[in-house]
Structure formats: C-alpha cells, structure tokens
Nanobody
C-alpha cells in the first residue's frame, strides 16, 4: 500500500479533526501531496496541497483559514488539521501524491497515486 489515510470520524460543528496520510518512501518523495474530498452526490473537491519543491501550501477556497496542511518528512506523513468544522465539510477525504505542475495543483487528474478515503462527518 503506497498511501494510507487515517483520522476521520464524527465531530460536532465547530470542532476539530486531524487527518494523517502515511506514504511509502517512493510515494512521499514525489513533488506534491494533497487532500481532496467528495461529499455524497457532489464532485470531488480540492482541499489542500503541499508542494515539496517550494514548501508551498495551497488551499481550496472553502477551507482556507480553517484547515492547515503540513508534512513530516521523517515520518513520510502528511497531515490535515481541520478546525472550525461545519456540516458542509462532511465528506470522504482522500490523500494523493504526484509530480504535479504548479498550475495543476488543485486538479485531481495530475495525481498518480491515491490512498483510500477516510470519512469525516460533521453534525450540526
């Protein structure tokens, strides 16, 4: 298994969760690690990405200011700290990795490796 996501669960609105995505050495060495989410009946949505070449962090409009992506190179792990969660954040969250050009950071098609999703449910 190249990517494994952990940390989903049920939380009340206003609460926090931290997701983790562990990667194999080969996968983690790729340029960009990202999180996407998909809610029932909706298209997959870009959440956040961390680009290795410039340590840049990128966020989707709906989560900017509430979520923080980080990576621990020693542990081959990427984290997504989610604060001020709202019911609209309910979705299956998946991590992805790939050598993605900057302009494609927010597009799922650029990522070659995907982990299984972890479900996040935010109750009102």
């Amino acid at each position: 298994v190249q990517l494994q996501a952990f940390g989903g669960g049920l939380v009340q609105a206003g609460g926090s969760l931290r997701l983790s995505c562990s990667a194999s050495d080969n996968t983690f060495s790729r340029g960009t690690m990202a999180w996407f989410r998909q809610a029932p009946g909706k298209e997959r949505e870009f959440v956040a990405a961390f680009r290795r070449n410039n340590n840049g962090q990128y966020y989707g409009d709906s989560v900017r200011g509430r979520f923080t992506i980080s990576r621990d190179n020693a542990k081959n792990t990427v984290y997504l700290q989610m604060n001020s969660l709202q019911p609209e954040d309910t979705a299956v969250y998946s991590c992805a990795a790939g050598n993605v050009i900057l302009s494609s950071t927010a597009y799922a098609r650029g990522y070659s490796t995907w982990g299984q999703g972890t479900e996040v449910t935010v109750s009102s």
